[in-house]
């Protein structure tokens, strides 16, 4: 039903549907590395897809953002990830200590951005 909504529709680009197919694709290669698919899996992800999309340079207001930036948020986000669990020494937490800490900076940063840019209106 879903998928007929989306080839009948005339308001969908291709754009979207090749967002669509990227993340059919991540979710089919999560589940074959993971050898299930269960939804308790992903549990506590939410954070990290909007943590990646505001480093990426999305505005938490809307309206702004891209796909690219969002993969570069991915990219930041894991590197942070790797690079704490690869330390060895530090706890499990710490990548997400990091990243809320980035996520305030950049929230910080966007707030001073639309500000300047009200100003100049």
């Known amino acids: 039903m879903f ?3 989306l080839i ?14 990227c993340m059919l694709l991540g979710g089919i290669c999560y589940c ?5 698919g ?8 939410e954070m990290d ?12 207001t809307g309206g702004v953002g891209n796909v690219i930036g969002f993969f570069f ?4 986000n ?3 990830s790797s690079i704490v669990q690869t330390n060895g020494q530090l706890a499990g937490s710490w990548p997400n200590i990091l990243t809320a800490i980035l996520l ?17 209106k």
């Open 3 to 5: 998928i007929q909504i």
């Open 8 to 21: 009948f529709s005339k308001n969908i680009s291709v754009g979207s549907l090749v967002v669509l197919d």
């Open 32 to 36: 074959l590395n993971t050898m299930q």
């Open 38 to 45: 269960s939804v308790s899996q992903v549990t506590g992800m």
């Open 49 to 60: 897809a909007i943590a990646s999309a505001v480093i990426g340079g999305t505005l938490l």
């Open 73 to 76: 948020g991915v990219l930041i």
């Open 78 to 80: 894991g590197t942070i």
């Open 104 to 120: 305030c900076f950049l929230t910080v940063l966007q707030n001073i951005f639309v500000r300047i840019k009200e100003r100049n």
